[in-house]
């Protein structure tokens, strides 16, 4: 836009007026610009993808139902955020806690390489596309204490799960969104001394099950570049089976988790058996503000690779950490993924 030049979108307060009116149109032109924001939110709420658009829907459709009466005094962006809380805090009592699978027991044995029966899909945490969060790195809310980013990224997302649900708004939306106590209390019609006391025992509980260092503050420190080739060089060694280059990559103590299967894997060496049959190929893609890859295995009666894995990569230093891979090719379209690949 030219210096000095107006701009054609009219301003939130003309929308409002309009959209209190009674003008549809208006109502979505002024709630548009918060889709992606109320998404992030619903999924940190949830875990879950299918639940965060259901939540979303529905809090879109009660600000419409509830804009005539909306008198403005607070904005926009905090009346959407109160209303997509308390739908996420409903949809919550009427299922079941989301986790990973280190959350759901113990460790597989070392030589027990099935990973047993699939667990139904409403167990488990799903994968976050980063397309979807609609931010530049870094712009989070004044006031917050994590990134967009970071605060989609699989190790936050599972302590939040672990919280109460209250905890967990009220973390989310003083940390993550960076509202106001004040604005807590009225969100969750609490007090404010009882939003502060929640955070406290919110941020303990979370910091104690978060590692010290975020994937963002390790991504950055490594550069795209060192990134990229740390990626490239672990989907590699996977294609062509070479079980000591894999080992070599990952970290002593890392860990293999493949929802919807319960069983999940600790150590370099038992996970880099896994390797033994290279049948898959590989393509990069991005999850949870973290590196990740497309898994394709080989169909010997389609003659081509098909979808079967999309594995979210945790690092520490140039080593991997974690590996969670969701077994579920269905979430690749939203990743803009195919779900075949010639030979």
């Known amino acids: 836009m030219d210096a000095g030049k107006p701009s054609s979108r009219p301003s939130e307060r003309t929308l409002l007026a309009a959209a209190r009116a009674g003008d549809e149109a208006a109502f979505q032109r002024l709630v548009e610009p918060h889709h992606a924001d109320l998404h992030a939110h619903c999924y940190r709420m949830l875990a879950s993808l299918h639940d965060a658009e259901d939540a979303l ?12 009466g909306f008198d403005g005094r607070s904005s926009v962006r905090t009346w959407l955020h109160r209303i997509a809380t308390n739908a996420c805090l409903d949809a919550i009592r009427r299922r079941p806690k989301r986790v990973l699978p280190m959350d759901y027991g113990p460790a597989a044995g070392a030589t027990d390489s099935e990973p047993g029966v699939p667990v139904e899909r409403t167990v488990w945490i799903d994968p976050y596309p980063d397309e979807e969060l609609g931010v530049e790195e870094g712009h989070a ?3 917050a204490r994590y990134e967009q980013r970071e605060a989609v990224e699989l190790a936050f997302i599972a302590a939040l799960q672990l919280l109460p649900p209250r905890q967990r708004a009220v973390l989310i939306l003083r940390d993550v969104l960076g509202f106001s106590a004040t604005e807590v209390a009225d969100t969750l019609e609490s007090t404010v001394a009882s939003v502060n006391s929640a955070l406290y025992r919110a941020r303990k509980a979370v910091d104690e099950r978060l590692p010290q260092q975020s994937q963002q503050t390790t991504l950055r420190a490594l550069g795209d570049e060192r990134v990229r080739e740390i990626v490239e060089r672990y989907m590699d060694a996977w294609e062509r089976g070479d079980i000591d280059a894999i080992a070599a990559m990952l970290a002593e103590d890392a860990k293999f988790e493949m929802p919807p299967y319960p069983s999940w894997w600790r150590g370099r060496d038992v996970i880099a058996a896994f390797a033994a049959e290279p049948v898959h190929r590989y393509l990069r893609t991005r999850a949870n503000g973290q590196v990740a890859n497309a898994a394709y295995r080989w169909d010997a009666e389609k003659g081509s690779y098909l979808a ?16 969670t891979a969701f077994m579920i090719p269905e979430f690749f379209p939203r990743f803009g993924l195919p779900d075949e690949l010639s030979r």
């Open 308 to 323: 079967e894995a999309l594995e979210v990569l945790t690092l520490e230093g140039c080593f991997v950490k974690q590996m």
């Open 57 to 68: 829907q529905e809090t879109l459709l009660k600000a419409w139902r509830a804009v005539p």
């Open 141 to 143: 809310a004044p006031g």
